[in-house]
């Protein structure tokens, strides 16, 4: 009984320190464990502390779930949540597209709340300032909650075969819109696969000198990842090295379509399994995030609605009325 009623205590002194935002006060946990559970941002300026892969942020801010040329997607994932710089962005982004045939921005993952490691999906966008867009296009109707759950993604790439584009999926569109997204000052880098940037290598006659920020990397075959320079001014935030000079279809390609970065790890046969990497700790990121963990949050999502509390949208209002009709912009000069 006593034991019993101990428990009890405990149990009660953990629910009290919740509700006083003051759970994780108190000793050292797992990051991503830490920052998914958290589920609204700071207050305050935003401000990223650490790097694109190792950091977390303040005064996120969280972009509207719609827009007239963008629809958030996934929204279960709580993952809308940006430094401004980043939200700006995609809005110039989604309304410049729409002038090259590109109908509008479905948004993937931005960041958590407050940034940090995720439980599943990203070693990066950790700090607000890296952003997944899917390569399909904005359909025109307004996507209800379930519909933004479940569309699947479209590869870009031919069943079966290796590191190849699908005709049937990639379209010029699909080059004008990455490198729209590569021509804006403040992208540092956009990752997508390497049969991708090999397409836009082989096909794209145009401007070619921002073609070097798009990088090859594994996967993003549906989606591409924009990453944009840390904010003037946030002096927490780490700085990426720059990218080479050149377009990058050279040698650091062609890599890519070797086996080598595809090929198992080579061990010698009588070699210890290799110890688990270990868990990132919140201890392990820059000072400031297991304070930020802490701070209290803002008052609603609503509040921290990039654009202001009017622009924030709740997405039961339009869970009933999926399939209003968006003002959805036309294509406009399709060029090839
Ligand atoms: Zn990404």
């Known amino acids: 009984m006593a034991r019993g009623f101990h428990v009890f205590r405990l149990g009660a002194a953990l629910m009290t320190a919740l509700a006083l935002g003051l759970s994780s006060a108190a000793a050292d946990e797992p990051a991503k464990q830490a920052f998914g559970a958290v589920k609204l941002p700071t207050a305050g300026p935003p401000t990223p502390y650490g790097f694109y892969a190792k950091g977390c942020m303040g005064g996120a801010e969280a972009l509207p779930t719609d827009g007239p040329t963008w629809q958030a997607m996934r929204l279960s994932r709580n993952r809308r949540w940006g430094n401004p710089a980043m939200l700006s962005l995609l809005e110039k982004l989604s309304r410049d597209a729409t002038k090259i045939g590109w109908p509008g921005l479905l948004v993937g993952d931005i960041a958590q709340p407050r940034g940090g490691p995720m439980v599943n999906g990203h070693a990066s966008h950790q700090i607000g300032l890296d952003a997944d867009i899917w390569l399909t296009p904005m359909p025109a109707h307004r996507m209800s909650v379930a519909e933004r759950e479940s569309l699947p993604f479209t590869s870009m790439l031919e069943k079966g075969k290796f590191l190849t584009i699908d005709p049937q999926h990639w379209t010029p569109a699909h080059a004008r819109l990455l490198m729209l997204a590569a021509s804006y000052p403040q992208v540092q880098r956009i990752f997508v696969n390497p049969a991708i940037k090999k397409?836009?290598?082989?096909?794209?006659?145009?401007?070619?000198?921002?073609?070097?920020?798009?990088?090859?990397?594994?996967?993003?075959?549906?989606?591409?990842?924009?990453?944009?320079?840390?904010?003037?001014?946030?002096?927490?935030?780490?700085?990426?090295?720059?990218?080479?000079?050149?377009?990058?279809?050279?040698?650091?390609?062609?890599?890519?379509?070797?086996?080598?970065?595809?090929?198992?790890?080579?061990?010698?046969?009588?070699?210890?399994?290799?110890?688990?990497?270990?868990?990132?700790?919140?201890?392990?990121?820059?000072?400031?995030?297991?304070?930020?963990?802490?701070?209290?949050?803002?008052?609603?999502?609503?509040?921290?609605?990039?654009?202001?509390?009017?622009a924030y949208t709740d997405p039961a209002s339009y869970a009933l009325k999926a399939s209003a009709k968006l003002p959805v912009p036309s294509p406009t000069s399709a060029r090839p």
């Open 199 to 310: 397409k836009l290598c082989e096909s794209w006659t145009g401007d070619r000198s921002n073609l070097g920020k798009i990088r090859p990397m594994y996967g993003h075959d549906s989606h591409f990842h924009i990453r944009i320079f840390c904010p003037a001014g946030a002096s927490d935030c780490k700085r990426q090295v720059a990218v080479n000079a050149g377009d990058g279809c050279d040698k650091t390609l062609a890599w890519w379509f070797t086996s080598e970065p595809w090929a198992p790890a080579k061990k010698p046969p009588n070699a210890k399994p290799a110890p688990k990497p270990r868990e990132v700790m919140v201890s392990d990121l820059p000072k400031a995030c297991a304070a930020l963990l802490n701070a209290p949050s803002v008052a609603s999502e609503r509040m921290a609605t990039f654009g202001g509390p009017s």
